[in-house]
Structures are given as structure tokens and as C-alpha cells.
């Protein structure tokens, strides 16, 4: 097996080459070893105010009481998060776990389109919602089968006088709070409360039991429910500790949590990897704010961050981030998307820390390769096999294909999803017979294991490390009367590595960009919308009439 795999000679000394996915038997597990080694270390810390490892056993306790007592929520009900980076979201998902229950990450930008579906197809029977985002939910709540309404202001859990301080400010002075009327919902703290006057009973979770439903868009453009069980993160949180863990000092590291915690990355890498650690996971819960961001991180001795190249962009053109005290960063992970040299070479530089590629997908919870943390400077590869992860390049048949030739990347690992939520065709499309997981990404492997993503065997477009598909693009485009035909394409963009774009074939030659984009913003969220309308009076197409989206983008690539 070991000439099958030549990273494995490459991996950095004390790294094994397979982990142990038994030592926890779920992710409550890990939280609770935590909980044993760390009670009085802080966990999180957000806008002020950290809780330690002791609060949050605590108060998760309190909102799993509250889930199986007060709402007899069953052993693998649904329940959806939708927010930023703040303290109730750790308390809500350890809550969950501990429960039994299953978490549906939701990004708070949804419009009512996007939550509609994630809600229907999802069966989430309650939902825990930020006030800032109230309005989506009461648009699309009687579409949907959940029965429990929990809302929460971003300064609940803040001490007082600043918590009440922060709501205010929020929904008067920067007007971020749209009125809602949800008749029915409970306020998180109260949810707390009567979660107190519940014992939490002995709940038995297997490590097969669906942890998380994480959705991702499919080729397809309808976002679908990966489901990622206790045991594919348990995985992946051991493959990954077992990676960075060389530099680490147990109970004492400070990481940067600035990608959202409802994003794969940030929950595996920051939430659980640093949880095992005994770590702090320092929330941002606006890293938009660069100069706010910046400032922040200056009274933070971090130790670790993660983040997606246009976050590491971002601050290093941010005045003042090279005045911060760098002196215990030792590591930083970027993934999500490609990134750029001239992003890392600069990283480097005004750090003195390696920034480290790494790759993955939602579908691998989401860790696949990572670049050994020995690294000196960048190298453009996406890294090695993580321990107990195989990888191979395969071509359009699925024959594997010797080292150097590109095809497409093929993963297999106990970080591997189950499947996607009620999509068997779906999940059989993408993981083969014997359990390789198509990543839909065309790479090559180097003589010593190293990973190179080449290009998309989709034609997905990647905003700032979030998936945008272009078949959803064009179905939301399309629903205007005025649009004939229209294709959408990635093209490069200095902020967000990629833009999109659209190309359409007017049926009311009145039609303007600008309403173009009126209509995206009401059904898109940000990222997905179209930054470039072009109009033409055809499209390029094959001879059975398929639009040629590839012809569309080669146009616009850098030659």
C-alpha cells in the first residue's frame, strides 16, 4: 500500500499515518473531555465577554433541557442556527449535540428563497434566529414544518450594561434590525431558563448518528443537505489535530475565529480542532469591518487563525495590521479557496508566520489535504493526504491515473460524508461503489504526494471561498420577463478571487443592467449576485443547444 502513497514520506516527523477515529465516540465526547481538562479555561469570547469551558457545559445543558423537555424534541429532529459569530452559537450546537439532535447550519445573508428551501428540504422543526435576520424567517415560516421559533439579540449573552447597549445600538442607531413579528417565538435567554427546570436525561449517541446537515449547492444549483455524522468530524477534528498539533500548548492557545462557525471550515478547524486543545476560539462576528477587525486584534495575543485569502487580503491591506504583536502566531490555516501566492509571499512577510494551504469540501467535513506545517514558504500545492485519508486522480471512467496526468480528484476517509439528505441518485453520482468521493475538482499528484488543483470540473464559481452555482444564477435571472437567454461565469476578481458575471439574450430590449441587479438582490445574497451584466445577441452553444458557459469564460481569462 505504501508505494499507493507517496505523501507519506513527506510526512513531517511524528505524524502518523492513520489516526485513531475510535478514541471519541461522538463529538459530545470531545466536548465533555474538554469540559473535564479545561472548566475554568475560556472557550469563547466574543464582543467583550468569554465564556469558559464550565459556562458552556452549563448552559449547553440548559438548551438541550430545553429541547427534549420543554419541546420533546425525538432523537435526530432537525434544528436550524441562523448567525454570525456570537456566544449563543457555541452554547446552541453543543446544546443540540448533547441532545441528540442534528444541526442545519444556515447563513444569516439567506434571502427567503434560499432559507425557504433549506428549511422545507431539511424538515427543521425549530429554528434559533438572530433578531438582524427575524424578517427572513417570518417570510417563509408558514411554508415550513418548523413548530418553534427562538430569536436572540446579538448582546444577549453580554454583561450588563453592555449587552442591552449593543441591542439598542443595533436596531436604533445602525438601523441592522428589521422589524418582525413572529407570534409564538421565545427569547433564547428564556429558552435557558426553562431548560433549568428540566433534567438532561442520558442521551445515546452513536457515532454514526447525523451530527450536522451541512448544506452545500450541487452541480445541479439546488442546495443540498450533506450529512456529516459524529463520527466523519470526530475523523476529521483527529486528522487535523494530529496535523497541527506539533507547536501546540494544551489549554493555552488563542485562535482567530473570523470565517463564520455555520461554515465547515471555521466549525471543524476552529470549533472542534481547538476544542480538543482546550483552545479559545476568539469570534469575530463582523470581519467585513477590516479597521474594526484590526483594531480588535491588537489586544489579542492569538496564537492561530484561519481564513479564506480574501480575509488574509483584507487585513494586510488594512492600516495598522502591521503594527499588531505577531510574536505567538504560530499558526495559520487558509482554505475555502485558492490561495494567492502574492496573498501568502505577503503574509509571511508582515507576520513571519507560513500562511498553510490546505483543501477540503463540505462533503470531507470538511479536511482532505493540508501542507505540512514545516512548510517555509508557499508552494501552490493544495498539500498531502491528511492521516487515514487516501486520495487518487482518476479519469472520466474512474480508472486511476498515473502521477503527473490531470483528472479528477477522487477522496476516500472516515471524513467522508454519509451521503447527501434524501438525495440517493445524488449521493451515488458522486460517491462510487467502492467509496471514492468525486470531488468534481481536476488536479494532478507530483512525485512525492503533492496535491495541485488544476481547475473546476464544474463549472462552480468560488466568491471569497463560498461555492456559487451557476445553474441558480441563471434560474434566478431568468425569471425576469425581459430575459431571453442567460449564461453565468466566475471571472477573476483582485478582492474575491472570482466575480460573477452574466451574459444575456434580451427579449424586451429595454431591459437594463441595473434592473438586472435590482432583481438579483432580491433573491440572492450578496455573493452570489452578479457583479458584471453583459448583453449580447446570442449565446455560444453546442449543437444540441446546451450553452457553452466554458466559451463564455474563456474569454474573460487572463491570457
Known amino acids: 500500500m505504501t508505494n499507493a502513497r507517496p505523501w507519506l514520506a513527506q510526512y513531517p516527523s511524528g505524524i502518523p499515518s492513520e489516526i485513531n477515529v475510535d478514541e471519541f465516540p461522538s463529538i459530545v465526547s470531545v466536548l465533555d473531555a474538554a469540559i473535564a481538562n479545561y472548566r475554568d479555561r475560556p472557550a469563547f469570547s466574543n464582543l467583550g465577554k468569554t465564556l469558559t469551558y464550565g459556562d458552556i457545559d452549563r448552559l449547553s445543558a440548559q438548551f438541550a433541557a430545553y429541547l427534549l423537555g420543554e419541546l420533546k424534541l425525538k432523537k435526530g429532529d432537525r434544528v436550524a442556527i441562523m448567525m454570525p459569530n456570537c456566544l449563543q452559537y457555541p452554547i446552541a450546537t453543543f446544546g443540540i449535540l448533547r441532545a441528540g439532535l442534528t444541526v442545519v447550519n444556515t447563513n444569516p445573508m439567506y434571502t427567503a428563497r434560499e432559507l425557504r428551501?433549506?428549511?422545507?428540504?431539511?424538515?427543521?422543526?425549530?429554528?434559533?434566529?438572530?433578531?438582524?435576520?427575524?424578517?427572513?424567517?417570518?417570510?417563509?415560516?408558514?411554508?415550513?414544518?418548523?413548530?418553534?421559533?427562538?430569536?436572540?439579540g446579538?448582546?444577549?449573552?453580554?454583561?450588563?450594561?453592555?449587552?442591552?447597549?449593543?441591542?439598542?445600538?443595533?436596531?436604533?442607531?445602525?438601523?441592522?434590525?428589521?422589524?418582525y413579528d413572529i407570534p409564538g417565538a421565545i427569547r433564547f435567554r428564556d429558552a435557558l431558563t426553562l431548560g433549568q427546570m428540566h433534567s438532561l436525561p442520558d442521551v445515546d449517541i452513536e457515532a454514526s448518528d447525523i451530527a450536522f446537515l451541512q448544506y452545500t449547492g450541487g452541480t445541479t444549483g439546488v442546495a443540498k443537505g450533506a450529512m456529516l455524522t459524529h463520527r466523519n468530524l470526530v475523523a476529521n477534528m483527529q486528522q487535523a489535530a494530529a496535523w497541527v498539533g506539533g507547536n501546540i500548548k494544551m489549554g493555552e492557545e488563542i485562535i482567530v475565529t473570523a470565517l463564520p462557525l455555520y461554515h465547515i471550515f471555521a466549525l471543524t478547524a476552529n470549533g472542534l480542532v481547538f476544542m480538543k486543545f482546550g483552545g479559545l476560539n476568539y469570534m469575530i462576528t463582523n470581519p467585513r469591518d477590516m479597521p474594526a477587525f484590526v483594531k480588535e486584534l491588537k489586544g489579542v495575543p492569538f496564537t492561530a487563525i484561519t481564513g479564506v485569502n480574501t480575509l488574509f487580503n483584507g487585513l494586510l491591506n488594512t492600516p495598522g495590521f502591521d503594527e499588531i504583536d505577531f510574536s505567538r502566531l504560530h499558526l495559520t490555516l487558509g482554505g475555502g479557496m485558492a490561495v494567492q501566492r502574492s496573498v501568502a509571499e505577503r503574509w509571511?512577510?508582515?507576520?513571519?508566520?507560513?500562511?498553510?494551504?490546505?483543501?477540503?469540501?463540505?462533503?470531507?467535513?470538511?479536511?482532505?489535504?493540508?501542507?505540512?506545517?514545516?512548510?517555509?514558504?508557499?508552494?501552490?500545492?493544495?498539500?498531502?493526504?491528511?492521516?487515514?485519508?487516501?486520495?487518487?486522480?482518476?479519469?472520466?471512467?474512474?480508472?486511476?491515473?498515473?502521477?503527473?496526468?490531470?483528472?479528477?480528484?477522487?477522496i476516500k476517509g472516515p471524513q467522508v460524508m454519509k451521503g447527501y439528505w434524501q438525495r440517493p441518485e445524488e449521493t451515488a453520482a458522486v460517491i462510487d461503489v467502492d467509496g471514492w468521493l468525486h470531488t468534481g475538482d481536476m488536479a494532478r499528484m507530483d512525485e512525492k504526494g503533492f496535491f495541485y488543483v488544476v481547475d473546476r470540473k464544474k463549472d462552480m464559481i468560488l466568491?471569497?471561498?463560498?461555492?456559487?452555482?451557476?445553474?441558480?444564477?441563471?434560474?434566478?435571472?431568468?425569471?425576469?420577463?425581459g430575459v431571453l437567454e442567460v449564461a453565468a461565469v466566475g471571472v477573476p476578481d483582485e478582492k474575491s478571487g472570482e466575480a460573477v458575471k452574466v451574459v444575456i439574450v434580451k427579449k424586451d430590449p429595454s431591459l437594463t443592467a441595473e434592473q438586472v441587479k435590482a432583481h438579483a438582490r432580491e433573491n440572492?445574497?450578496?455573493?452570489?449576485?452578479?457583479?458584471?451584466?453583459?448583453?449580447?445577441?446570442e449565446l455560444p452553444k453546442t449543437n444540441v443547444g446546451k450553452i457553452l458557459r466554458r466559451e463564455l469564460r474563456d474569454e474573460t481569462a487572463p491570457h
Open 117 to 152: 428551501h433549506q428549511l422545507v428540504d431539511s424538515g427543521a422543526s425549530v429554528v434559533l434566529v438572530m433578531d438582524n435576520f427575524g424578517h427572513t424567517v417570518q417570510e417563509v415560516l408558514a411554508d415550513t414544518q418548523v413548530k418553534q421559533v427562538i430569536t436572540t
Open 154 to 179: 446579538l448582546g444577549d449573552m453580554l454583561a450588563f450594561p453592555k449587552g442591552p447597549i449593543v441591542n439598542f445600538v443595533l436596531k436604533y442607531v445602525k438601523k441592522m434590525v428589521p422589524d
Open 348 to 410: 509571511k512577510q508582515v507576520t513571519g508566520n507560513t500562511l498553510v494551504e490546505a483543501y477540503g469540501l463540505t462533503e470531507t467535513s470538511p479536511a482532505a489535504c493540508i501542507n505540512p506545517m514545516t512548510l517555509e514558504e508557499y508552494n501552490g500545492a493544495i498539500g498531502l493526504p491528511i492521516p487515514s485519508t487516501d486520495a487518487c486522480i482518476k479519469d472520466e471512467n474512474g480508472n486511476p491515473l498515473p502521477q503527473g496526468e490531470v483528472g479528477e480528484l477522487c
Open 463 to 481: 466568491v471569497s471561498g463560498f461555492n456559487v452555482y451557476p445553474n441558480e444564477i441563471e434560474d434566478v435571472i431568468a425569471m425576469m420577463p
Open 524 to 537: 440572492l445574497t450578496g455573493y452570489k449576485q452578479p457583479k458584471i451584466v453583459e448583453f449580447r445577441k
